[in-house]
């Protein structure tokens, strides 16, 4: 557990991201690895089949994930103002919460599967091995809330180091398994998912024994659990606008799909892999706007406004400065990295991939400065604005945006309305930010100015 109540802004804030954000950089990496496995030695169809399921796969969990960090919010207000007794109540109640609503999507997944496919315009010739590789990865959903919810309630609880271990455990497991799986036993695409599912339970069940035996905060005797109907609320209140935020985000990569999806095999296979690049080239910026979130949960519920703005400037200084770097090296050598995804005959798969790189990963800084005033907001427990922020930016500007210059410039068009919708996006939440109303906004209730 991490208190960062006291001490330097910045040094509090980079060291507690510094676990975070190797652990998402590992956990980017089991989509990663599937589809540089499956690209490689599967093909374009097969990589173009595992990038379409991820939308869908996004949309699915994007509720349950957005709950689960109003979940994260109240038990790091609660850990700031040392009631432990309330930030125990917390964790059972998100679990409880997690495992009843897995067991839903699952099988509301599993029904819809084929139907989502079909809506989003996907190529025929992708249906039955996008259908084959999400099944299998919708069964094995409850494993991954699981996890994730875990690792939720140590970040909350200032722990970020215990859920990088397993993940990086998880992670190279999960490359194994996807080689013996594809490789050595001919699973094709069902091997890749096979081995996350395989993977993220793993990692689960060795987690659960780790805790039990030795955090005393978090005991896994379920005979004692109960649901606290009044923290659950509070957790719905401020988690459901990240969570409604996220399902339409997810819905509108959807949207975006269903437009990438006219234009072919090649542009949906390029922009599945570069997809996956720009997933892991953004995680910096959104680690240091989660641990920002946890850092102003923290001292709000301290009582310690006045080191949220110092908190604010120092992210956003270190957001800046790993966001350049990133795009440097991604312009540099995109076209090496496209070929981690696909073998050198797709030429075309890679010059698309390439252009995508080009064009959005020149717009990092403003990605990065967006990221970082949400973090504030959301971590005083002000989650409505930014939803509405990033739903404006989404559906208004990215998504028309997206179907008119596609219309006119082809595939670009479609890239150049990633950079317009988060300039959008930026501009709306530093005028927010700027008025100090998310202040107002917290759980636990303390002077502000």
Do not use: C
Not at 68 to 96: C, E, H, N, P, W
Not at 122 to 134: C, D, H, M, N
Not at 379 to 400: E, K, N, Q, S, V
């Amino acid at each position: 557990m991490k208190d960062l109540t006291t001490g330097r802004e910045g040094r509090l804030i980079f060291f507690f991201a510094l676990p975070m954000l190797f652990g998402n950089l590992f956990q980017q990496m089991y989509s990663m690895v599937d589809s540089a496995i499956v690209g490689k030695f599967l093909g374009k169809e097969a990589l173009a089949a595992v990038g379409a399921s991820f939308p869908i796969i996004f949309t699915m969990i994007a509720l349950m994930i957005g709950i689960a960090s109003g979940g994260m919010v109240v038990i790091s207000q609660y850990f700031g103002a040392k009631d432990m007794d309330k930030v125990k109540r917390a964790i059972q109640t998100l679990y409880i919460f997690m495992l009843i609503g897995s067991v839903v999507l699952t099988s509301a997944g599993l029904l819809l599967v084929e139907p989502i496919f079909r809506l989003t315009k996907l190529p025929p010739e992708l249906l039955p091995l996008a259908r084959t590789y999400l099944n299998i990865y919708v069964s094995g959903i409850i494993l991954f809330f699981g996890f994730n919810g875990t690792a939720a309630i140590l970040r909350g609880l200032g722990d970020s180091k215990t859920p990088l271990y397993f993940l990086i455990l998880s992670t190279l497991s999960n490359i194994g398994l996807d080689l013996l799986f594809v490789l050595v036993f001919k699973w094709g695409i069902a091997g890749a998912a096979y081995a996350t599912i395989i993977s993220q339970g793993g990692a689960l069940v060795l987690a659960m024994i780790y805790l039990h035996r030795t955090h005393e905060i978090i005991s896994f005797d379920f005979r004692n659990w109960k649901f606290d109907t009044e923290i659950f609320k509070a957790s719905f209140r401020i988690g459901l606008p990240t969570g409604l935020q996220q399902t339409f985000v997810a819905l509108g990569m959807m949207a975006l799909f269903s437009i990438v999806n006219t234009f072919g095999t090649n542009v949906v296979a390029a922009f599945s892999a570069a997809g996956r690049i720009d997933s892991i080239a953004t995680v910096p910026a959104m680690v240091f706007a989660q641990a920002l979130s946890t850092f102003v949960g923290q001292n709000i519920g301290a009582g310690k406004i006045e080191r949220v703005q110092k908190g604010l400037i120092m992210t956003l200084v270190m957001s800046w400065l790993t966001s350049i770097l990133i795009t440097a090296l991604l312009i540099i050598f995109r076209s090496y990295i496209m070929h981690i995804f696909t073998n050198e005959s797709e030429t075309e798969v890679i010059r698309i991939g390439g252009e995508y790189l080009t064009i959005v990963t020149s717009f990092y800084l403003v990605f990065a400065t967006m990221f970082t005033f949400a973090g504030v907001m959301r971590g005083a427990g002000d989650t409505l604005i930014p939803m509405f922020i990033t739903l404006f930016a989404l559906w208004l500007i990215r998504i028309p945006m997206a179907y008119f210059l596609s219309g006119r410039i082809g595939e670009a068009g479609i890239w150049w309305a990633v950079p317009i919708g988060w300039t959008a996006g930026m501009i709306m939440s530093f005028l927010y930010y700027r008025t100090g109303r998310w202040k107002k906004k917290t759980v636990v209730k303390v002077p502000v100015p």
